[in-house]
Structures are given as structure tokens and as C-alpha cells.
């Protein structure tokens, strides 16, 4: 079974579609209690980070999902919910995250572009392989996704299955053992997003 967490910070609807699609049923979850009835979970978001996890505390959603993720079952970041995965964002102050991933969220540093580029980050962009990762399976080294981001990851290479570059390289895929995490949208990305959701499903 597929759940998603609807906390009220998720572009909800196009991950649904995105399933049915697949031909894959996929089903919100709101009560933090059955979060573990589920095999596979996918943490979406869209907005800022400190408002998403004001919004899982609120819900209960903060202590299930590390709750998920520590019985070894997949869990999937899309977007804010990649960020969220993380240690601590600076986005409106610092804001602690879930913890899942060693690291931070930061914002683009503009006097790093080597021209000038507009921030968000908005439009298809190439995801470059860093590292082997289930999620790749069938894609090759490098597949265009869509992005809408500000802010970013910064961590150790070791979690960083992923890059791409807009001014600068950075961590656009992650993973630690059965957490993974897409900064770009799978469920906007046509193809290639729908065969990232795809290998999700059949981890």
C-alpha cells in the first residue's frame, strides 16, 4: 500500500494523479497513527519549510514519519518534503527538521552563479547519477525533471545520489538506505518522473 501524508503543505492532487497514472492506488494519510499500516510512504510539500514542519507537529505527522522511517519501509521526499528530511533549514530562521539525513537546507547563494540566474530555481532542468540508487533503475545517467526551489541541500556526498547545476552543483537526489529524497516534482516530470514513482512502487 502507497500512502501519502497530507499535512496541508502538499501539492496533493498531482501526486494522485501521478499514481493513477501508474495505475497504482495511492491514499492519503491524516491520522499519524496509520502511518505504519502502510508499505511504502511519500512525504510531498510546497511552501516554506519552517510553516511544513509547524504544520507535521501540529498533525502528529513529525513523530510518525521518523516512526516510518526507522522500520526500515521506503520513505520518499518530493520537493519541501526532501527538505524536510534534513537536519535544519535557514528559510525564515533556523528551523529544525526531521533528522532523517545528515545536513541542511539553504538558500541559493546568488554571488555563486557564474551568470546571473533568478531565484527560484523554476523550469526542467538535468538530474546528473551521482551513485547507484533503485529509483534510477531504467533512466540512465541523466533525465530532465521539473523544479520549483529556492532553497537547497547541502550534505555529505555520501547521501547525494544526485546533482544538478544552476549556478553551482547541488544535491538534487538523496538517499540514506530507505529514505530517498527529489528535490525536482516525479509527479510533474511526465516520463521520467512517472518511471522514478514507478521504482518507488516496486522497491
Known sequence: M?????????????????????GVKATLISDPACVKDYDKVILPGVG??????????HAGMDEAVKAFAASGKPLLGICLGMQL??????EFGETKGLGLIPGKVEKF?????????????MGWNALHVKAACPLFEGLGERMYLYFVHS????CEAQYVVGATRYG??????????????????????????LKILKNFVEL
Open 85 to 90: 528530511l534534513f537536519e535544519n533549514s535557514t
Open 109 to 121: 547563494n546568488v554571488n555563486h552563479f557564474s551568470a546571473p540566474l533568478k531565484v527560484p530555481h
Open 48 to 57: 516554506a519549510f519552517k510553516d511544513a514542519m509547524e504544520h507535521l507537529e
Open 2 to 22: 502507497i500512502g501519502i501524508i497530507d499535512y496541508n503543505m502538499g501539492n496533493l492532487q498531482s501526486v494522485m494523479n501521478a499514481f493513477e497514472k501508474l
Open 168 to 193: 553551482y552543483d547541488f544535491p538534487s537526489a538523496v538517499q540514506k538506505e530507505n529514505v530517498f529524497g527529489f528535490q525536482p516534482h516525479p509527479e510533474k516530470s511526465h516520463e521520467n518522473g
Open 151 to 154: 532553497f537547497h541541500a547541502v
